[in-house]
Nanobody, 123 residues
């Protein structure tokens, strides 16, 4: 059974940092893209960042470029999202997702999803 389990969310003041983790299990993800999405009430789900499991390719949305860093630890089967200089507009539920297809990931139709972790940034 494939599982993606997010952790690391919480409440932080503007300007602070959080590191989210996405622990993957149940299959080999060596040729998968792992993405971080976020969604807040009344807004569409947004792809924030993604990484090839090999680590050779990374993508960031303009809204987080320069502040967020995606990385992976293949030994721990975990993908991280380091979030610095957080802003109130970063408040959302953050999900990780995995798929072999970039199009599926980019359109929010990824095969595997985690349950989400809440990030709240206070002003």
């Amino acid at each position: 059974q494939v599982q993606l389990i997010e952790s690391g969310g919480g409440l932080v003041q503007a300007g602070g940092s959080l590191r989210l983790s996405c622990a993957a299990s149940g299959r080999t993800f060596s040729n998968y893209l792992i993405g971080w999405f976020r969604q807040s009430p009344g807004k569409e789900r947004e792809l924030v960042a993604h990484i090839l499991w090999t680590g050779l390719s990374r993508y960031y949305a303009d809204s987080v470029k320069g502040r967020f860093t995606i990385s992976r630890d293949s030994a721990k089967n975990t993908v991280y999202l380091q979030m610095n200089s957080l802003k109130p507009e970063d408040t959302a539920v953050y999900y990780c997702a995995a798929d072999r297809s970039f199009n599926s990931l980019a359109t929010g139709s990824a095969m595997y999803w985690g349950q989400g972790t809440q990030v709240t940034v206070s002003s």
